[in-house]
């Protein structure tokens, strides 16, 4: 059974960085993203989780609006691991955020993040709390 576990969440204040770390197994996978979610909407379910940035196998990659030029993913020469740098992180920031796999291809090119519907393996997730 693939498992996902994410670490490196915690509080930084606005400006500062954070490194999210997800390892993997089960692998390799087609496409891993990074979701969030944010305070107050656990209860919406997956459907609702904010899509990040995301990576195929190729190394393409793809970012929401809101965090290009700030987060960068990327991932390991074994593809076992998927990272996300961010930085100049910022209240809105503030969420729980996960890392997603699934092994079919995304037919739908990497002009956005695909879907949460897409990822059928997803991580418990992880707090990143942005104060000012």
């Known amino acids: 059974q693939p498992q996902l576990a994410e670490s490196g969440g915690g509080s930084v204040e606005v400006g500062g960085s954070l490194r999210l770390s997800c390892v993997t197994s089960?692998?390799?996978?087609?496409?891993m993203a990074w979701f969030r979610e944010a305070p107050g909407k656990k209860r919406e379910g997956v459907t609702a989780?904010?899509?990040?940035?995301?990576?195929?196998?190729?190394?393409?990659?793809s970012y929401a609006e809101a965090v290009k030029g700030r987060f960068t993913i990327s991932k390991d020469n074994t593809e076992n691991i998927l990272y996300l740098q961010m930085d100049s992180l910022q209240p809105e920031d503030t969420a729980v955020y996960y890392c997603?796999?699934?092994?079919?291809?995304?037919?739908?090119?990497?002009?956005?993040?695909?879907?949460?519907?897409?990822?059928?393996?997803w991580g418990p997730g992880t707090q990143v709390t942005v104060s000012s």
């Open positions: 997603a796999a699934d092994r079919a291809i995304w037919s739908g090119g990497m002009a956005g993040v695909p879907p949460p519907p897409l990822f059928q393996y």
């Open positions: 089960g692998g390799p996978y087609a496409m």
């Open positions: 989780r904010e899509g990040i940035a995301a990576i195929n196998r190729a190394g393409d990659t």
